[in-house]
């Protein structure tokens, strides 16, 4: 009996020993538009709504944004990733920023679509945010690390393995700062471009940190530069 219980203490200590597993969260280093921009970006995404019901919407959980870097994190390295980005804002705060174009594929039939912005004054900011970040970013995140569909339904292939991709594949020379708005017909998105959106000068009003939803939606504020 005293063999039994001896080693059902030594089981535990080992399990005890054995490394915890940690959680990974998928984040947005993004900048949020100021109100020109931004009411301009939900008056497009309405209109895209109204013509395809299962285009993203974009509101106060799912953010208009300019992505700046996407990655994987520890969620326990948040705080250090909250610290690392402090004061990095200051740097475009009072920079004019540019709408340049409604940007879709005008060869298809339906299309995504998205604000595209003037890159100039937002690639060394990009390229910084990467650089402060970058010690932190792990491989090993999955569906579990983003805020989860309302419905229950997993959460895209497509979003999974963008995020960890992105530094490689989408950032420095490939680089493409935008507003997403949802995927229309063209000839709604031919419209839109004509009629309704206008290529504006902005500032942004914030630097944030978001965890991501599913499609690359900024849903779940995890810190603010102001």
Not at 184 to 208: E, G, N, Y
Request: net charge neutral.
């Amino acid at each position: 009996m005293k063999k039994c219980a001896i080693a059902i203490v030594v089981g535990l200590g080992i399990l005890s020993c054995a490394p915890k597993k940690e959680n990974t969260i998928a984040i947005d280093v993004l900048l949020i538009p100021l109100e020109a921009m931004y009411a301009q970006s939900l008056q497009l995404n309405a209109l895209i709504n109204k013509n395809n019901p299962e285009a993203i919407k974009l509101d106060e959980n799912h953010v208009p944004h300019i992505t700046l870097l996407q990655c994987f994190i520890y969620e326990s390295d948040l705080p250090k990733v909250n610290k690392a980005l402090k004061g990095l804002f200051k740097t475009i705060a009072k920079d004019s920023l540019k709408a340049e174009s409604l940007f879709y594929s005008k060869d298809k039939g339906e299309s995504f679509a998205m604000v595209r912005v003037e890159k100039t004054q937002l690639l060394e900011i990009h390229k910084k945010a990467i650089e402060l970040v970058k010690p932190y970013i792990v491989k090993n995140g999955s569906e579990a690390s983003f805020v989860q569909n309302p419905d229950g339904s997993p959460i895209s292939e497509s979003t999974v393995d963008y995020v960890p991709n992105f530094v490689e594949k989408y950032s420095y020379e490939n680089f493409d700062p935008h507003i997403s708005l949802g995927v229309a017909q063209t000839i709604l998105l031919d419209s839109l471009a004509q009629h309704v959106f206008k290529p504006i000068q902005f500032r942004a009003q914030s630097l944030s940190l978001y965890q991501l939803g599913d499609h690359g939606t900024a849903q779940k504020l995890l810190w603010n530069s102001d």
